[in-house]
């Protein structure tokens, strides 16, 4: 019996992505908990939604963001939620544009 859910399991489970991204999507809120439900995080909402869906982990700090490498319709795609207040956001989306030299045009916004 156990052998069995061990299968399963690790059928269910995705494999972990690696490398370089292709694709940068960031998520813009802010990180008090006053604003956790609030229109100012509905890109980090928006984040959570993705992350959830993919299967993915945005729990890697890094950037001064919290973010993680998931793959999305074929392409791997960095969701990246910043640590910095909004106004301060373009801080942690220019360093993780330049370490991975990610085109402005694959790199998308929610917020």
Same mark, same amino acid.
């Given at each position: 019996?156990?052998d069995?859910? $061990?299968?399963?399991?690790?059928?269910?489970?995705?494999?972990?992505?690696?490398?370089?991204? $292709?694709?940068? =999507?960031?998520?813009?809120?802010?990180?008090?908990? $006053?604003?956790?439900?609030?229109?100012?995080?509905?890109?980090? %909402?928006?984040?959570?939604?993705?992350?959830?869906?993919?299967?993915c982990? =945005?729990?890697?700090?890094?950037?001064?963001?919290?973010?993680?490498?998931?793959?999305? $319709?074929?392409?791997? =795609? %960095?969701?990246?939620?910043?640590?910095?207040?909004?106004?301060?956001?373009?801080?942690?989306?220019?360093?993780?544009?330049?370490?991975?030299?990610?085109?402005?045009d694959?790199?998308? =916004?929610?917020?």
């Amino acid at each position: 019996m156990y052998d069995l859910f $061990e299968k399963l399991k690790s059928l269910s489970a995705k494999p972990t992505v690696t490398g370089t991204p $292709e694709y940068l =999507v960031v998520g813009l809120g802010n990180p008090d908990a $006053e604003y956790a439900h609030t229109r100012h995080n509905a890109g980090f %909402m928006a984040i959570d939604h993705i992350a959830a869906k993919a299967g993915c982990k =945005v729990n890697q700090l890094k950037f001064k963001s919290l973010c993680g490498l998931c793959e999305l $319709e074929g392409k791997k =795609v %960095m969701l990246l939620k910043p640590t910095t207040y909004m106004n301060s956001s373009g801080e942690a989306v220019r360093e993780a544009v330049q370490f991975y030299k990610i085109p402005a045009d694959h790199v998308l =916004v929610i917020y």
